[in-house]
């Protein structure tokens, strides 16, 4: 089955401790990115990664790094989480990176609360 | 810079009912559109994508249309049921011809009475 798989799915953390949410496709897709959702905000893109070695800063990428070293995994590393990066976390990816007609596929989400 | 809204922010209908869903954008050059459906606790999951070149889109009871001149777009749900009861969210790429990132909605909570 077609799946984006992120973990952890929920995770409760403090100020300054190192964390990272894993994502991972089984369809070998070249195109993954993050996205946080607020309320009121919708959707916002973090980090994108065209291929494998090839990330970009989306719209809101302070505060957060990205790795791409295997097609299939685009981890988001939170180096030193703060309240404000509380938030709910997607993962998407797309067949071809420049496939502008093909349908993203989300994860079910990581719900992270930094306290 | 490319905004997407839509309208109603919530709805709420009794079982049945036919009702529609609506989008707007504002800048007319997109790629397509995807209509995405949102369950609490959820990820997106992709309901119809409709490319620039396209009318509208069919799957099932759902039908969307896209009119790329006046910026709008709908989604059509037909003899809705309580398990159509989600967040709706309508998604374009990037405006600028940008493809690497997806401009949403914030979404239309729908819930269909029993």
């Known amino acids: 089955e077609a799946q984006v798989t992120q973990n952890p799915r929920y995770l409760i953390t403090v100020t300054g401790k190192k964390l990272t949410v894993t994502c991972s496709q089984n369809?070998?897709?070249?195109?993954m990115s993050w996205y946080r959702q607020d309320p009121g905000l919708g959707l916002r893109q973090i980090y994108y990664s065209m291929n494998v070695e090839v990330t970009d800063k989306g719209d809101v990428p302070e505060g957060y790094k990205v790795s791409r070293k295997e097609k299939r995994n685009f981890p988001l590393i939170l180096e030193s989480p703060s309240p404000n990066q509380t938030s709910l976390y997607f993962c998407a990816s797309r067949g071809q990176a420049l496939g502008s007609n093909q349908p993203q596929h989300f994860g079910d989400g990581t719900r992270l609360s930094i306290l | 810079k490319q905004e997407v809204t839509q309208i109603p922010a919530a709805l709420s209908v009794p079982e049945g009912e036919n009702l529609v869903l609506n989008c707007s954008f504002t800048d007319s050059a997109i790629y397509n559109l995807q209509w995405f459906r949102q369950d609490p606790g959820k990820g997106l999951t992709s309901l119809l994508l409709i490319q620039s070149s396209q009318r509208e889109q069919t799957s099932g009871r759902l039908n969307a249309s896209l009119d790329k001149s006046s910026g709008r777009s709908t989604l059509y749900i037909a003899a809705s049921q309580p398990g159509d009861s989600a967040t709706y969210l309508c998604?374009?790429?990037?405006?600028?011809?940008?493809?690497?990132?997806?401009?949403f909605g914030t979404g239309t909570l729908l819930a269909v009475q029993p």
């Open positions: 369809m070998n897709h070249e195109y």
């Open positions: 998604a374009v790429p990037g405006g600028g011809g940008a493809t690497n990132k997806l401009i």
